[in-house]
Structures are given as structure tokens and as C-alpha cells.
């Protein structure tokens, strides 16, 4: 099954001119990077516990499996949050879907602050860049399509979302590209190469849809695949999915790329955590400038870290800092 898979996939879309390969995953190793990658709230979530004995590597692809043993529904989610945290970028992942009802995988983005109410450009938002469900809320087949959505202030009473609706087509088979370029002011997002939704950023602080926010933070990856009966993706099946030796509800990615864009006027960053309280910061701004970089804590005060930051046509200067429990950062130009 996994060589077949390999076998169809498309060829690469290359991204919009101007971007270079930042970060990656290719998952060409035996098991899960935990240089690149977290299990994520492992334990009971929705319908179903996340385990890492859901999450495999092999042959080049991650595979998120779903499945039952005795009367548990597994399934299993993994993120980069303090790995690697991009903020803009064009970032892509390639995946083939073989989702059930009751179920959904997807391929999105949040930010640790996302759940603060109030500003959601500071804060950050949930970009879901894909989600894609075997069958709607009504068990009517809906495979062939997918939703991309931006969700923010938190999951509360002040939730707020704007959404796709359903976007895209033959997604219930084969290989597939999904990806968002993301920048200040816009964020637009493409399967297979195809633009299917975009939203331009408010201005207003808190955003009202149908207007919506574009996240000014950094965030991170998440790929996951989620159990809840009843709900959005129609029902379990009856006697669960299968043991993970015979579940066919996979979700298999081929890789996850994100692209930076080089000499932009605005600069950009991208966090990477080292270990021993080190990150480095990747970054690209516009030669002939100099730059500040600083850092908060709280958002609200904010002190250097390095000054007389000359990127030159967008080579990437690293700066090591010591982190707390959380740090955000930010540069302008002197």
C-alpha cells in the first residue's frame, strides 16, 4: 500500500516567486522527528484518545492511522509549537486523505495565544488550511471537497470564524497539495495550485465577521486527524474502525515545507527552539536596512535583543536567546 501510494504522487507546485525553503519535514526516517515535531494533548479528546501509536513514518510518508481497539477509538496529533513557530510565509503540505465518518484530518495552524480575546493580530488566530471529512453532518458523502476557515478569540462565548465554505475537488483520492501564503496584509489559500479562498486583513482590532483577521504573530504547524460522533463529520461507524492492523482511515503526508519570503520591505521571522533554553531566529528583511530585533513577554513591554541587524538580499542572520516560559519577537527597522 505505501509504495502504490508513492507511486501517484503529482508533481510539485512550485511557490509564487520570491520565496526560499525556510524549514521542512520530509519524513524520510523510520519514526516521528521529535527535533521537528510534539504528540499533542495525547489522552482522551472527543470521542477518541490520542496516542502516539497512532503517528508512523515509513517510506518517506507520516501516517496519522485511526482506529478501535476493543470499544476506544484512537487517532493521533502532532505539532511544532516551540519547534518551530513561522510567522508569514508560504507553507504547504502534501497529503492523501482516507477519511471515515465520525472522523476528520486536517492540516492547519494556531498560535499559543490564540485562546486571549480581544486582538486577534497580536494573539493569533486558528488557520485551518484544510480540513476534509468523508461525509457532512448529515452523512451525505462530502470527500471530494474540503473547508479552509480562520477562527479567533479563543473557543468561548467571544468565538469568532470565516470560513471557505466547501472549496476544491477529487479530494477523496490520490495525492494533494494544500497551501496558504501568508503575509501582513492578505492570506490566500490554494489546493493543488488553485487559489480557493483568500480574506484581507482588518484593520479593526477585534474584527466582526464577515471581516476577519490576518495573525501578526508567529504560529505553528498542526497535522491531525479527530473522532466525535454526531457532530460535523456524521457518525461512527458501527464497531468503531477497525484495529490498527486493518483501519483503512488514514491520513498520509507526504511532506510539510515552509517557504519564507526573501527581501521583503517588511521583515520577516521564523522561530526555531535549540534546546537549553536557546532559539534561533531566522531572519529576512531587505538589504541596506538595519534592524532591531526585540523581545516581550507580555506583549506589552518590549527590550533588544540585537541591534544593527544588516540581512543582505536576504541571508538569514541567527541571533541566540535565552527563553522563559514564553517570549514573542518582533523587529523594525532603525
Same mark, same amino acid.
Given at each position: 500500500? !505505501? =509504495?502504490?501510494?508513492?507511486?501517484?504522487?503529482?508533481?510539485?507546485?512550485?511557490?509564487?516567486?520570491?520565496?526560499?525553503?525556510?524549514?521542512?519535514?520530509?519524513?524520510?526516517?523510520?519514526?516521528?522527528?521529535?527535533?521537528?515535531?510534539?504528540?499533542?494533548?495525547?489522552?482522551?479528546?472527543?470521542?477518541?484518545?490520542?496516542?502516539?501509536?497512532?503517528?508512523?513514518?515509513?517510506?518517506?510518508?507520516?501516517?496519522?492511522?485511526?482506529?478501535?481497539?476493543?470499544?476506544?477509538?484512537?487517532?493521533?496529533?502532532?505539532?511544532?509549537?516551540?519547534?518551530?513557530? *513561522?510567522?508569514?510565509?508560504?507553507?504547504?503540505?502534501?497529503?492523501? @486523505? &482516507?477519511?471515515?465518518?465520525?472522523?476528520?484530518?486536517? @492540516?492547519?495552524?494556531?498560535? *499559543?495565544?490564540?485562546?486571549?480575546? !480581544?486582538? *486577534?493580530?497580536?494573539?493569533?488566530?486558528?488557520?485551518?488550511?484544510?480540513?476534509?471529512?468523508?461525509?457532512?453532518?448529515?452523512?451525505?458523502?462530502?470527500? &471530494?471537497?474540503?473547508?479552509?476557515?480562520?477562527?479567533?478569540?479563543?473557543?468561548?462565548?467571544?468565538?469568532?470564524?470565516?470560513?471557505?465554505?466547501?472549496?476544491?475537488?477529487?479530494? =477523496?483520492?490520490?495525492?494533494?497539495? @494544500?497551501?496558504?501564503?501568508?503575509?501582513? &496584509?492578505?492570506?490566500?489559500?490554494?489546493?493543488?495550485?488553485?487559489?480557493?479562498?483568500?480574506?484581507?486583513?482588518?484593520?479593526? /482590532?477585534?474584527?466582526?465577521?464577515?471581516?476577519?483577521?490576518?495573525? /501578526?504573530?508567529?504560529?505553528?504547524?498542526?497535522?491531525?486527524?479527530?473522532?466525535?460522533?454526531?457532530?460535523?463529520?456524521?457518525?461512527?461507524?458501527?464497531?468503531?474502525? !477497525? &484495529?490498527?492492523?486493518?483501519?483503512?482511515?488514514?491520513?498520509?503526508?507526504?511532506?510539510?515545507?515552509?517557504?519564507?519570503?526573501?527581501?521583503? =520591505?517588511? *521583515?520577516?521571522?521564523?522561530?526555531?527552539?535549540?534546546?537549553?533554553?536557546?532559539?534561533?531566529?531566522? @531572519?529576512?528583511?531587505?538589504?541596506?536596512?538595519?534592524?532591531?530585533?526585540?523581545?516581550?513577554?507580555?506583549?506589552?513591554?518590549?527590550?533588544?535583543?540585537?541591534?544593527?541587524?544588516?540581512?543582505?538580499?536576504?541571508?538569514?542572520?541567527?541571533?541566540?536567546?535565552?527563553?522563559?516560559?514564553?517570549?514573542?519577537?518582533?523587529?523594525?527597522?532603525?
Amino acid at each position: 500500500m !505505501g =509504495s502504490l501510494l508513492l507511486t501517484s504522487i503529482q508533481s510539485h507546485c512550485e511557490p509564487p516567486a520570491g520565496y526560499v525553503l525556510d524549514w521542512s519535514d520530509e519524513f524520510d526516517g523510520s519514526s516521528l522527528d521529535t527535533n521537528k515535531w510534539n504528540y499533542r494533548l495525547l489522552g482522551p479528546r472527543n470521542d477518541a484518545t490520542n496516542t502516539a501509536s497512532a503517528i508512523s513514518v515509513t517510506n518517506g510518508v507520516l501516517t496519522i492511522t485511526t482506529y478501535t481497539d476493543g470499544a476506544t477509538n484512537f487517532t493521533g496529533m502532532i505539532g511544532t509549537e516551540d519547534l518551530y513557530m *513561522p510567522l508569514y510565509g508560504y507553507l504547504e503540505a502534501r497529503i492523501n @486523505f &482516507n477519511d471515515s465518518p465520525g472522523e476528520w484530518s486536517a @492540516f492547519w495552524m494556531t498560535s *499559543p495565544t490564540m485562546v486571549m480575546v !480581544g486582538d *486577534p493580530h497580536a494573539y493569533g488566530t486558528e488557520m485551518d488550511i484544510v480540513e476534509h471529512r468523508a461525509v457532512n453532518a448529515n452523512n451525505v458523502a462530502n470527500n &471530494n471537497r474540503a473547508v479552509a476557515n480562520i477562527h479567533w478569540d479563543g473557543y468561548g462565548s467571544e468565538h469568532k470564524t470565516v470560513g471557505s465554505g466547501l472549496v476544491g475537488s477529487g479530494l =477523496s483520492t490520490g495525492w494533494h497539495l @494544500f497551501a496558504v501564503e501568508w503575509k501582513t &496584509n492578505f492570506q490566500n489559500y490554494y489546493y493543488d495550485g488553485v487559489l480557493v479562498w483568500g480574506v484581507t486583513n482588518s484593520t479593526a /482590532q477585534d474584527p466582526v465577521p464577515p471581516e476577519a483577521p490576518v495573525s /501578526q504573530r508567529s504560529q505553528y504547524f498542526i497535522l491531525s486527524s479527530e473522532v466525535r460522533d454526531n457532530n460535523w463529520a456524521g457518525d461512527i461507524p458501527v464497531g468503531g474502525y !477497525g &484495529n490498527r492492523a486493518s483501519s483503512t482511515t488514514k491520513m498520509n503526508v507526504d511532506y510539510v515545507r515552509s517557504y519564507t519570503f526573501a527581501g521583503s =520591505s517588511n *521583515p520577516v521571522m521564523n522561530a526555531t527552539k535549540l534546546g537549553g533554553g536557546n532559539v534561533v531566529i531566522s @531572519f529576512y528583511g531587505t538589504a541596506g536596512l538595519s534592524y532591531v530585533l526585540e523581545r516581550s513577554t507580555n506583549l506589552l513591554t518590549w527590550a533588544n535583543v540585537a541591534t544593527n541587524i544588516a540581512p543582505e538580499g536576504g541571508l538569514v542572520a541567527h541571533t541566540n536567546t535565552t527563553t522563559g516560559d514564553a517570549a514573542y519577537y518582533r523587529a523594525r527597522s532603525n
